[in-house]
């Protein structure tokens, strides 16, 4: 477990880590990456490679998905089908990436990404699921969640934004709400994209020195520096609560962004029925970066 913010300096938000039985020091703030997250940051959480899939083979690998992509929008227009898939994962996870590259050749006025704010005071008053409920999508749409319901599953208990009455309510009630959604005959995808925490720290301070990423870093992410383990806890309760046949978990290993892109993408498109589907270019989902349910990450 972390200790609490280093006492040092009042205006210093360097953090003591307990990580793998040492005690390391982050600070955010130094421009310098410390040498023990640079090196270790790729390998964390047991990846699979030792390097990024190549630039080159990611590019084109990714454009003929792409290119199924659009296929499906055709298919979807055609025959009034709906689609829906939720992007789940810790802060820094690749979440908004993994949207980005689906939706970038897709027509804008058929595929829309989500992303709510806190609810208002009127939407804290209302059923819990109402206000995605009136995001949905229509007959031909295709839907993308940056984050979603499951807010009430990992950010909200661990920060303390609901109450535990409301948390063990939601465990209950989200897989009666997604058997709804599927008997509606809306394809419902729901991806847990999981990253090492060294990697997590790198893109932390990686959005704290770029200037174009900067935006992206929150005051919710300092917050949650030293509740690595209680996110875990909640992590692995929401998957075995919530992964059911009608509305499985689909695990990601995120710790390499292109492979992390890639398989979303060939997943959603091998379990999705669309005219002038082509197999061979759709390729086979890497079974060392993909899983299913919470077995994925034991």
Same mark, same amino acid.
């Given at each position: 477990m972390a200790s609490e913010v280093l006492a040092a300096k009042p205006e210093s938000r360097a953090v003591e880590l307990e990580i793998g039985g040492s005690s390391?020091?982050?600070?955010?703030d130094n421009p310098e990456l410390p040498k023990w997250i640079d090196d270790e940051a790729f390998s964390s959480d047991d990846y699979p490679y030792k390097r990024k899939l190549d630039e080159e083979e990611y590019e084109e690998t990714l454009t003929k998905l792409q290119i199924e992509l659009v296929k499906v929008q055709f298919w979807m227009q055609?025959? @009034?089908?709906? !689609?829906?898939? $939720?992007?789940?994962?810790?802060? #820094?996870?690749?979440?908004? @990436?993994?949207?980005?590259?689906?939706? #970038?050749?897709?027509? %804008?006025?058929?595929?829309?990404? !989500?992303?709510?704010? +806190? %609810?208002t005071e009127t939407e804290r008053g209302q059923w819990y699921f109402q206000r995605y409920v009136a995001t949905f999508p229509t007959a031909g749409e295709f839907v993308l969640f940056d984050r979603s319901w499951y807010n009430r599953a990992g950010v909200e208990p661990v920060m303390g934004f609901c109450t535990p009455e409301q948390y063990e309510h939601f465990l209950e009630e989200a897989p009666?709400?997604?058997?709804?959604? $599927?008997?509606?005959?809306?394809? =419902?995808?729901?991806?847990?994209?999981?990253?090492?925490?060294?990697?997590?720290? +790198? /893109?932390?301070?990686?959005?704290?020195?770029? %200037? =174009?990423?900067?935006?992206?870093?929150? %005051?919710?992410?300092?917050?949650?520096?030293?509740?690595?383990?209680?996110?875990?806890?909640? /992590?692995?309760?929401?998957?075995?609560?919530?992964?059911?046949?009608?509305?499985?978990?689909? $695990?990601?290993?995120?710790?390499?962004?292109?492979?992390?892109?890639?398989?979303?993408?060939r997943h959603m498109l091998k379990n999705l029925d669309y005219e002038g589907k082509?197999? #061979? !270019?759709?390729?086979? !989902?890497?079974?060392?970066?993909i899983g299913s349910g919470p077995g994925f990450l034991k």
């Open positions: 390391r020091v982050f600070d955010i055609a025959t @009034g089908k709906r !689609v829906m898939a $939720v992007f789940e994962g810790r802060d #820094a996870a690749g979440k908004g @990436g993994a949207i980005h590259a689906t939706m #970038a050749y897709m027509n %804008p006025r058929s595929a829309r990404i !989500v992303a709510l704010t +806190k %609810p009666r709400f997604e058997k709804m959604i $599927v008997h509606e005959g809306i394809h =419902l995808f729901k991806f847990w994209l999981n990253i090492g925490r060294e990697m997590q720290l +790198k /893109r932390f301070h990686d959005r704290r020195h770029d %200037p =174009l990423k900067i935006w992206k870093l929150s %005051p919710m992410d300092i917050a949650a520096l030293n509740k690595w383990d209680d996110y875990t806890d909640k /992590r692995d309760r929401m998957l075995k609560e919530t992964h059911t046949d009608h509305a499985p978990w689909t $695990v990601i290993r995120g710790n390499d962004k292109r492979r992390a892109r890639i398989n979303v993408i082509d197999k #061979a !270019v759709i390729g086979e !989902v890497d079974d060392k970066v």
